[in-house]
């Protein structure tokens, strides 16, 4: 088998979530975007420039998102669920905490639907 880092990139990462038919939305532990495939971005009616490597808090706070479930999860230190209303479509979302070995998040998987 070949090396898994040898051909795990972020462009295969990111053509293997885009090849999804749901949405996914990964932040970093400090709540910046690193990961925002193309059914999110339909289903949020945005470009990934617009969220790619940007902070959530600085998103909502300019209104650009109205939540984050990504950070409320960062926040909580737990997964979280809930439905909204996004560009009039029901959207069911789910954000998972992705722990390292020392207890800290690594990141924030978020899934919509």
Not at 12 to 20: C, E, N, Q, V, Y
Request: charged share 25%; with cysteine.
């Amino acid at each position: 088998m070949e090396n898994f880092e040898a051909i795990w990139d972020y462009e295969s990462t990111k053509a293997s979530f885009d090849g999804l038919g749901i949405g996914v939305h990964i932040i970093d532990g400090q709540g910046v975007t690193i990961l925002y495939n193309r059914a999110c971005a339909e289903m949020d009616g945005m470009d990934e420039s617009q969220v790619l490597g940007k902070n959530m808090r600085e998103l909502v706070n300019e209104g650009i998102f109205s939540k984050s479930l990504g950070l409320e999860a960062l926040d909580k230190k737990e997964s979280v669920s809930d439905s909204q209303v996004v560009n009039g479509r029901i959207i069911f979302t789910t954000s998972e905490p992705v722990w390292k070995e020392d207890g800290t998040i690594r990141f924030v998987l978020t899934s919509c639907m």
